[in-house]
C-alpha cells in the first residue's frame, strides 16, 4: 500500500502497462513465434506436437495474452507517436486517448482472436 498520499493516475497505469506488455512480448511472444517457425522447418511431427502444446488451455493463454499484448503495445505506440507531435499532451485528452487505447486493445483482441482460433 502506497499511504492515503498517493493514488495511482491512469497515465501512470498505461505507462507501467506499455512495459510489461513489451516485456512479455519479448520474453514469451519471440520464443513461443521462433519455436513455431523452428518446428514447421523440422517437419510434420515437430510441428504436430508444437500444435499439439498450443491446443491446450496454458497454449491458448499465452496465444490470447499475446494477442492482447500486441493489440495493447501497438495502439499505446500510436498514442505515444501522436503526442510525440505535440498533439494530445493536456490532461483530458491524455486521458481520453488513454481510455480509447484501452478499449481499442480489447476490442482489437476480441476481433484478432475470433479471426485466429
Avoid at 493514488?7 to 510489461?20: A, C, D, G, W, Y
Avoid at 499475446?66 to 498514442?79: A, E, K, P, V, W
Amino acid at each position: 500500500m502506497l499511504g492515503p498520499y498517493y493514488r495511482f493516475q491512469l497515465t501512470s497505469v498505461l505507462s507501467i502497462l506499455h512495459r510489461l506488455t513489451g516485456i512479455y512480448l519479448a520474453l514469451v511472444a519471440a520464443p513461443l513465434a521462433l519455436w513455431w517457425l523452428i518446428a514447421l522447418g523440422q517437419g510434420a511431427e515437430a510441428f504436430s506436437a508444437m500444435q499439439a502444446c498450443m491446443a491446450g488451455i496454458l497454449g491458448q493463454l499465452a496465444f490470447l495474452g499475446t494477442l492482447f499484448c500486441l493489440s495493447y503495445h501497438l495502439l499505446n505506440g500510436i498514442r505515444h507517436l501522436v503526442w510525440d507531435t505535440g498533439r494530445g499532451l493536456e490532461i483530458r485528452s491524455a486521458y481520453a486517448s488513454g481510455w480509447l487505447v484501452v478499449a481499442g486493445s480489447f476490442i482489437l483482441t476480441a476481433v484478432l482472436a475470433v479471426v485466429t482460433l
